[in-house]
């Protein structure tokens, strides 16, 4: 499903199999070892990628190809598991679960999510 999507948007083939691979986790060399390429060939691939699909980083990447990855048709069997009033989106503590956002916390404390209207984004 994914690469579909991804081809739709003129990725080529491969281009999308790197895509696909890299929003799964995986390293530039665990990539290049899947597809039998060298890291560097992989490297060039992510270049055309993120000229193609408008994006400057890897994280902008996988954010981008998050809702097609197969999540998104999980996410009511997530919910229905969640005790009333729980949120998959906000694991903060002492927080009210707010439905529509979602936040990925990096290494260091930084976060990438989606603005549901609070006027605090990227304090």
């Not at 948007?9 to 290049?32: C, F, M, Y």
């Amino acid at each position: 499903m994914l690469r579909d999507v991804l081809m739709q948007k003129g990725l080529s083939n491969r281009e999308s199999e790197v895509a696909e691979l890299v929003s799964k986790g995986l390293s530039n060399k665990e990539v290049a070892n899947q597809l039998f390429v060298t890291e560097k060939t992989v490297k060039f691939h992510l270049t055309n990628i993120y000229k193609k699909m408008n994006v400057k980083s890897r994280a902008q990447l996988i954010v981008w190809c998050l809702p097609h990855l197969g999540f998104v048709e999980n996410e009511a069997r997530v919910e229905a598991a969640q005790p009333a009033g729980a949120s998959i989106y906000n694991n903060q503590p002492n927080q009210p679960a707010t439905t529509g956002t979602a936040t990925i916390t990096l290494p260091g404390g930084g976060g990438i999510g989606r603005n549901n209207g609070n006027s605090d984004i990227g304090a």
